[in-house]
């Protein structure tokens, strides 16, 4: 009897880049879209990977999985992306075992973000997961793990007040425009982009600012059309992007495209304005900073503006710290049990081999009632089981070695190599 024992730990791993040390230009390289993760996907299922799936954001790209080593994973990762191996291994963090695991709690619950405490994370790992799923590259493990993940950072959320206040990239941008710019609600601020970013940005701008004076652009315009009346804002076409551009005092680009939006020819010799590039990679072209009047900031300096909630989170970490560490334990001994499951099942196997061998010789044999012997011996078994996993239980440090001594003495066939 042979049965399949569960991968050892030690060979999950997480390799990835984020906004720790790498800007948005670098992290834009590594960065990968649907199409390129379905392609990696397939590959990974092909070069064996197992619980494969990555997180691709504007802030980090990280991929996890069971390989051989980390190295598997970043040769996948880099074989996809426009990144170069060579340099994504120089700038890489890599964890793994219990230290890859705790990292995705870390992820999931805003303790790794760039903003401390912004949840916008636990969308994008639901998404991920689900879409390599969808693909049949994430088993058991990964998907108890990503459950935990989720049903941790709602705990956070709710019994802490690390996610106290308002922060996000989005609401960042808002506090950006509160500070530099005077008498806002008489300004034309045109947003490139009605996406999920690009829509918080004009609900935080809305609700925080008081303005209204805000037309919307996008590729498929009755997205634009439709957000606009929701909300009783303007909207262009996107063939008039350029004098749109041209007209406005303030721009704000969420679209998010693989190639700069705005150009330097978009806006030479225009007024003065102020551009806040949401996008990653960065959607307006390096040199429009160049232009006479026109300041750029970015996704990465939009992390310095600090809100005044900061600090009460980072009080908050401790009590985070400990939720995380609580659910944590509790995934790593599922992890560990279900290891001694398959050996325990295959022992319950073993004896129920016995026990009909033993049925089946009192039938040839001597007048027995049969029910009597097969209630009885049925339950010799589930005690026996029973005991052995209540000593494997109480006794964890010696756990391994109960379970590798079973396992021997019963032949069960378990490799716990």
Not at 163 to 186: N, P
Request: charged share 25%; net charge neutral.
């Amino acid at each position: 009897m042979q049965v399949n024992q569960p991968k050892d730990i030690q060979h999950f791993h997480i390799v990835g880049i984020n906004y720790k040390k790498t800007d948005a230009a670098i992290r834009g390289l590594f960065a990968i879209n649907q199409e390129q993760y379905d392609q990696l996907l397939l590959q990974g299922k092909a070069a064996g990977v197992d619980d494969l799936f990555v997180l691709s954001t504007c802030n980090r790209t990280e991929i996890y999985g069971f390989a051989a080593s980390p190295d598997v994973l970043a040769e996948l990762l880099c074989s996809i992306s426009s990144g170069n191996l060579q340099v994504f291994k120089e700038i890489a963090y890599r964890k793994s075992g219990e230290g890859a695991v705790r990292h995705l709690y870390h992820v999931g619950t805003g303790l790794d973000s760039q903003i401390l405490g912004d949840y916008e994370i636990v969308g994008q790992i639901k998404t991920a997961a689900r879409f390599a799923k969808s693909r049949g590259c994430i088993g058991t493990f990964i998907e108890r793990l990503v459950n935990s993940v989720l049903q941790v950072s709602k705990l956070i959320k709710n019994e802490t007040g690390l996610s106290s206040g308002t922060v996000s990239v989005s609401f960042a941008a808002v506090r950006l425009l509160e500070k530099k710019v005077e008498d806002i609600c008489r300004k034309k601020i045109v947003l490139l982009g009605v996406g999920k970013i690009g829509r918080n940005t004009s609900k935080n701008m809305m609700e925080y600012l008081g303005v209204r004076n805000i037309t919307l652009i996008n590729r498929t315009m009755a997205v634009a059309e439709e957000f606009a009346g929701q909300h009783g804002l303007q909207f262009a076409a996107y063939d008039e992007m350029e004098e749109t551009l041209r007209e406005a005092d303030i721009i704000l680009v969420a679209t998010n495209a693989q190639q700069p939006t705005i150009t330097r020819a978009n806006l030479e010799g225009a007024h003065p304005k102020l551009i806040v590039d949401l996008s990653i990679p960065f959607n307006v072209a390096p040199d429009v900073s160049q232009l006479p009047g026109v300041e750029v900031v970015n996704v990465d300096e939009l992390s310095k503006v600090q809100d005044e909630t900061l600090q009460m989170r980072l009080n908050e970490v401790p009590k985070a710290m400990g939720i995380i560490e609580e659910h944590m334990e509790e995934f790593l001994y599922w992890f560990k049990m279900r290891k001694h499951a398959v050996v325990l099942k295959a022992v319950k196997e073993k004896l129920t081999e016995i026990h009909t061998r033993e049925i089946q010789s009192q039938k040839n044999g001597a007048q027995y009632k049969l029910e009597d012997i097969e209630a009885v011996s049925s339950r010799i078994i589930q005690k026996m089981i029973n005991l052995m996993a209540g000593k494997v239980r109480r006794d964890t440090d010696k756990s391994d070695q109960y379970i590798a001594m079973i396992n021997d003495i019963f032949e069960t066939g378990v490799n716990q190599e």
